[in-house]
């Protein structure tokens, strides 16, 4: 039996796993979107296995305690491992990285070709660093993902349209599109009964973006019936989490069990969250540490409501907060005033609208928008509907007890709704001029009802009465910007106001596009 000396020289490694982002973007359906991401979540727990097979306290991140597979449907592994062992090198490094790659051609079918096999060996891009101790400096994380992020800034994968094994399993006529995804060996890990993926139990049907966007309700001939969501999550002040442990940590050991017991909360976290995306009716592509990518329907029932996508974005936003943010083994690293939260970007589009020009502008609005709202937390979300009109908001999850019965409420029409958006277009100065010289809240409230007080609009009063106690708590004066223009100034508050209720008005109206 070979014996380690405790003395040796540690190593510290990061390994960086990719493309997938650019591999996804080549989905042409939800099932090829699933298969892009599985396939890098599965090369990442291949290669923890490897890893603890040659040391078995070497990870760590990501949490490998009970490293899982995709029986439940989820890749939950993300494309980052960190490492610190006296025995990895850069030689067995190598050797991993070889056999991980031989056996991600078998994700294809189930005797690669030497075609698949040359691709995934030119293809799939693992790249490591190693560091010595003196070089890590504070921070273990920090460091090494440094180093990582110059590496991805040189793409070496092919770029060539020629022999893409993965074009070349996403390819087909419409009725057979799904047919090399659904025989590939890695669908065939999920256990048939997995509602996300398969459209019936017996695993006969894969799930359609029409299927998606109708979730679980019957056809209502609204336009809600067929557009779908992407809803990419990520969370916040993870950063400012992980510098804490550096700087809070008397050495490396305690640095390394804080940052394992901080990828355990995330694992907890993105478990969860993927049973709520499943709840909601949606299909969950990746679930991993701190981030949720999902396709969602606007609109589902749970237990006989009527729940939107916002619904779906608060139930992740208390699991984030139960299972990462109050968990008891981090709290001590947790700055009170930039708290780990959870923020989103959500592009509702038709059914027919390309699958990656969707996730592109998900990943645009979650990254370019609402993570550079003055306090993050909160929800980017985008309506482009069919004609290709846009319409757009951020709102601060803080608020979202007071915009769901607003978004959520069926009572109203949209001949209703178009009547205040147009009251509001044409007496703009007047509301401009209320503003400016009523500040006391119940005053204001007052004369913004009595401004719609006629015959048609009467009857209305109660839900006009919410519209003005939402505009003026959550908009003109809250202690902090809680709802706002994804373009344009902010200041312009009406328009603010006029935006949010077109949102609501695209939620009932009547019609396929």
């Known amino acids: 039996m070979n014996q380690v000396n405790q003395t040796a020289e540690k190593n510290y490694i990061g390994i960086t796993i990719r493309p997938i982002f650019e591999t996804i973007k080549e989905a042409i359906s939800p099932t090829s979107m699933w298969f892009a991401s599985a396939f890098f979540s599965e090369v990442t727990r291949l290669l923890c296995e490897k890893v603890s097979k040659g040391d078995s306290k070497a990870i760590i991140s990501p949490h490998s305690s009970k490293l899982s597979g995709l029986s439940d449907g989820i890749g939950k592994y993300p494309d980052r491992i960190f490492l610190c062992s006296s025995t ?8 991993y990285i070889e056999k991980v790659k031989k056996e991600a051609a078998g994700f294809f079918e189930e005797n690669p070709s030497k075609h698949t096999e040359t691709f995934i060996d030119e293809y799939l891009q693992i790249n490591y660093i190693i560091l010595k101790e003196e ?6 994380l920090f460091t090494l993902n440094r180093y990582l992020d110059y590496l991805e800034l040189m793409p070496t994968f092919p770029s060539t349209n020629e022999h893409n094994s993965f074009r070349d399993l996403f390819r087909g006529e419409d009725e057979h599109r799904n047919k090399k995804v659904k025989e590939s060996p890695l669908r065939k890990e999920v256990k048939n009964e997995n509602n996300q993926l398969m459209k019936d139990e017996k695993g006969e049907q894969l799930r359609s973006i029409k299927d998606i966007a109708l979730g679980n309700r019957e056809k209502s001939g609204k336009k809600t019936d067929n557009y779908f969501a992407v809803l990419y999550a ?3 002040n993870v950063g400012t989490l992980l510098k804490e442990i550096g700087i809070q940590s008397s050495n490396f050991t305690t640095q390394i069990d804080s940052i394992r017991n901080f990828s355990e909360a995330c694992l907890t976290y993105t478990k969860e969250a993927a049973k709520k995306v499943g709840d909601a009716k949606g299909m969950t592509i990746y679930a991993g540490g701190d981030d949720v990518l999902c396709l969602s329907p606007i609109e589902y029932l749970a237990n006989g409501d009527t729940k939107t996508v916002f619904d779906l974005c608060k139930a992740l936003s208390s699991e984030f907060e139960e299972k990462v943010a109050k968990n008891s083994q981090i709290e001590a690293f947790i700055d009170p005033y930039q708290p780990p939260s959870l923020s989103f970007g959500v592009s509702i589009q038709y059914e027919k609208y390309p699958l990656y020009e969707a996730f592109d502008n998900a990943n645009y609005l979650l990254f370019e928008k609402a993570k550079k709202t003055s306090h993050k937390n909160c929800i980017a979300v985008n309506v482009i509907k069919s004609s290709g009109q846009r319409l757009g908001l951020w709102i601060s999850n803080t608020c979202l007890n007071q915009v769901l019965p607003l978004l959520c409420d069926q009572a109203q029409t949209s001949q209703t709704l178009h009547s205040i958006i147009y009251k509001l277009e044409e007496q703009k100065a007047l509301f401009e001029t209320l503003e400016k010289h009523v500040v006391n809240r119940n005053e204001y409230i007052e004369r913004f009802v009595q401004l719609f007080d006629n015959i048609h609009q009467q009857k209305f009063e109660d839900y006009i009465r919410q519209i003005a ?10 202690p902090q910007a809680q709802i706002g223009l994804l373009e344009g100034q902010n200041t312009d508050t009406v328009a603010i106001l006029q935006q949010f209720l077109r949102i609501k008005k695209f939620f009932i109206e009547e019609g396929g596009k």
């Open 88 to 95: 990895i090198d850069q030689n067995m490094l190598d050797l």
């Open 234 to 236: 990520d969370g916040d």
């Open 469 to 478: 106690e939402f505009y003026f708590d959550r908009i003109l004066y809250p």
């Open 135 to 140: 070089d890590i400096g504070s921070n273990i």
